[in-house]
C-alpha cells in the first residue's frame, strides 16, 4: 500500500514553493507554466489519495481501539462508573463496552470515503489559495468545515446499527445499571451521539497529523503533474 502521506506532502510542497500573491490569474510560479487549475488539481489528487487511505485504515479492525491516540474510552462523566465497577469484580463490562464503541466508530469509518472525496471535488482555485496560505491545520479545517456535517448524518445510524450489533447498547445499560446501585448520583449520556463525536475526532486527528507532517517534510514526486512542478525547481 502507497504511503499517503507522501501524495500530501509533495502536493503541499508545490503549493507552497508557488508565489501565489506575485503571480497574474490563472498561473502560480515558475513551475513550468504550470496552472493554478493543474496545481488545484494535484492538490486534490493528493487529498483524495490521503483521506481514502486514512478512512481505510480507522475502518480496519483495531483501527481506532488499537490506537491510543484516538481509541474511544469512557466519557468523562462516566469516569467514575468504570472505576467504581471494576473496583468490585465487574470490569469485563467496561472492557466490553469499550470495545463495542470503538468497533462502531471502525465500523462508521468505511463511509466517510464518499464524503471526502466530494469536499475535494468541490475544492476551488480559491481554496487551494487558502489552504496554502492558512495555518498548519489549514486543510484539515477545510476538510472539518465542508464535511463535519454530512459525516455526522451518514454515521449515526451506522454506529447506532453497530451498537446494537455487538451489544455496545446493552453493556452501557448493564454498566449504568450496575453503577447506580452504588451511586445516587445517575449518568444519562446519548451513546450513538458521543461515539459518533469521537468518531470524527478520530478521524479528523489522523488528517491533521498528517498535515503537521506534510507541511516540515515534503518528500516525494507521486504524479506526473508533480514531476512537471519539481522538475523546474
Known sequence: MKNYSFFIMAAFFMLSSC????????TLGKSGGLSSGEIASGLKEALRVGTDTATTKLSAVNGF????????LMPPEAQNVQKTLKSVGMGK??????LSMNR???????YAGPIFLNAIKEMTIQDAIGILKGGDFAATDYLKAHTTGA???AFKPVIEKSLEKTN????????FSVYNKFSSKT????????VTDKSLQGIFYEIGLQEQQ???????RVTDILKKVFSNQ
Open 19 to 26: 508565489d501565489i500573491t506575485s503571480q497574474i490569474p490563472g
Open 104 to 110: 462502531a466508530a471502525e465500523d462508521a469509518a468505511q
Open 151 to 153: 459525516l455526522t448524518t
Open 168 to 175: 455496545a447498547t446493552k453493556y452501557w445499560r448493564d454498566v
Open 214 to 220: 506534510i507541511r516540515k517534510d515534503p518528500v516525494a
Open 187 to 194: 449518568v444519562n449520556t446519548d451513546l450513538t451521539g458521543y
Open 65 to 72: 481501539f488499537a490506537n491510543a491516540a484516538i481509541k474511544i
Open 93 to 98: 463490562l467496561v472492557d466490553n463496552a469499550v
